[in-house]
T-cell receptor
Framework: GAVVSQHPSRVICKSGTSVKIECRSLDFQATTMFWYRQFPKQSLMLMATSNEGSKATYEQGVEKDKFLINHASLTLSTLTVTSAHPEDSSFYIC??????????????FGEGSRLTVL | AQSVTQLGSHVSVSEGALVLLRCNYSSSVPPYLFWYVQYPNQGLQLLLKYTSAATLVKGINGFEAEFKKSETSFHLTKPSAHMSDAAEYFCAVSVDRGAQKLVFGQGTRLTINP
């Protein structure tokens, strides 16, 4: 069964509003989660690394004030898209490292969240 | 810096035919390599991974991949395609083995013709 869950799977919002996406590890603790963004028919681009109990690490070119990441517990990371605009419409996917996979780089991915900003 | 190149954004094969999806990597250190599959509007599912053990790696759903250091390749194959194999396939390399940052290739969309 799934080990990582994302919610919501789909969200439509008006321009200027904020949207929160949750990523939960279901049966293990995750000190690190990764947030990816995928545009239509394109690959996944890493946005940021979410670290439990500390600030997220953002990739170059990703606005940290635009994409707020909170990793308050060992099973939950949230991505908040603030003041969303149509160009933020995308598929957002979280990837979670598991304790036993830490030495290999394998990530377990959520189902993804499709954001549409009108 | 590590990178991955997938040759062919779209591959089309007949049902029952051989599937071959190409992936070449660039890495300054021995890499960890992965193939993931993505069905429409879903997340990614791990097909198989190479972690410096056997160079021929067997995965789920009949897929396998061979790590060839001399060719810097990690091509994905399946002897006989099934309609359910139609999906997007991503090759990925682990950047900085301790940090687990995955870098993905551009993806290859596999279409199966009846």
């Amino acid at each position: 069964g799934a080990v990582v869950s994302q919610h919501p799977s789909r969200v439509i919002c008006k321009s200027g509003t904020s949207v929160k996406i949750e990523c939960r590890s279901l049966d293990f603790q995750a000190t690190t989660m990764f947030w990816y963004r995928q545009f239509p028919k394109q690959s996944l681009m890493l946005m940021a690394t979410s670290n439990e109990g500390s600030k997220a690490t953002y990739e170059q070119g990703v606005e940290k004030d635009k994409f707020l990441i909170n990793h308050a517990s060992l099973t939950l990371s949230t991505l908040t898209v603030t003041s969303a605009h149509p160009e933020d419409s995308s598929f957002y996917i979280c990837g979670v490292e598991r304790g036993v996979s830490r030495s290999t780089g394998e990530l377990f991915f959520g189902e993804g969240s499709r954001l549409t900003v009108l | 810096a590590q990178s991955v190149t997938q040759l062919g954004s779209h591959v089309s094969v007949s049902e029952g035919a051989l599937v071959l999806l190409r992936c070449n990597y660039s890495s300054s250190v021995p890499p960890y390599l992965f193939w993931y599959v993505q069905y429409p509007n879903q997340g990614l599912q791990l097909l198989l991974k190479y972690t410096s053990a056997a160079t021929l790696v067997k995965g789920i759903n009949g897929f396998e991949a061979e790590f060839k250091k001399s060719e810097t390749s990690f091509h994905l194959t399946k002897p006989s395609a099934h309609m359910s194999d139609a999906a997007e396939y991503f090759c990925a390399v682990s950047v900085d083995r301790g940090a687990q940052k995955l870098v993905f290739g551009q993806g290859t969309r596999l279409t199966i013709n009846p």
